[in-house]
């Protein structure tokens, strides 16, 4: 069934993309908890969990026991965590469709592989995209333009539900900034994204309101305003 018609993949699947995404295209990143209410992605992937119903008790208890005891872990959406929770980080976000962007192949962009993730951290430290860790490359196409061989802006793909994917780690050097380098990488990978059948989406926090304005321009449409959680695990 195609992304534009079916329903299987319609845009419910993002009221809960981590979990769509660890149970659909990125089951191979999964790690879940033994009855199955609660996964995350593997550590060095991606920090995001994931509740299967994010309403019923049993899958947070299921999140706490697969992450252990006073641990770490962020999730998305409309959530409320259960007594016990400690919120470290609470982030207002944007969840943005992408079906109206003009999706356009770029000719100075190359792809990034794991060869080239200590220049990819590298840029992530100095711009603070959002988490990118060391296998996280893995999740997805990623795109870069190089300035005299130096990596100077980059963009890929983070999760991945059933039917869509989220274009992410969109950054560019400070040095480099202001030549439209973020919006020619969004529309290459939007293109990888369209060439599969699927559809490209993005979150961004809401505060970020220069990127929201560029995302905006570029026909990308607010779906949804979700948080971003930072939480520790109850302890005993």
């Not at 209410?37 to 550590?43: C, D, I, M, P």
């Not at 049993?58 to 998305?76: I, K, M, S, Y």
């Not at 996280?136 to 990623?142: C, H, R």
Request: with cysteine.
């Amino acid at each position: 069934m195609s992304p534009e018609s079916g329903t299987l993949c319609g845009s419910e699947v993002l009221d809960n993309p981590v979990w769509a995404a660890l149970t659909g295209p990125h089951r191979e990143f999964a790690e879940f908890a033994p009855s199955g209410l609660a996964a995350r992605y593997t550590r060095d992937t991606s920090p995001f969990a994931a509740l299967a119903d994010p309403q019923d008790p049993r899958a947070w208890a299921d999140l706490a026991a697969l992450a252990g005891p006073g641990e770490g872990v962020w999730v998305t959406g409309l959530l409320t965590p259960p007594p016990g929770w400690e919120t470290a980080v609470s982030v207002p976000g944007v969840q943005l469709d992408g079906r109206a962007v003009r999706a356009v192949a770029e000719p100075e962009a190359v792809p990034l592989g794991p060869g080239d993730v200590k220049e990819m951290l590298e840029l992530v430290e100095l711009t603070r995209p959002g988490p990118f860790l060391d296998r996280t490359v893995e999740l997805g196409t990623y795109l870069g333009i190089r300035h005299e061989g130096r990596l100077v802006a980059m963009a890929g793909e983070r999760m991945r539900p059933t039917g869509w994917s989220e274009i992410s780690a969109v950054c560019t050097h400070p040095d480099h900034q202001g030549r439209g380098l973020a919006g020619r990488l969004i529309r290459a990978v939007a293109a990888e994204v369209r060439e599969r059948g699927e559809r490209p989406f993005l979150h961004a926090a809401e505060a970020n309101t220069g990127a929201v304005r560029l995302y905006e321009s570029m026909g990308f449409t607010l779906r949804r305003s979700p948080l971003f959680l930072g939480l520790r695990t109850p302890r005993p």
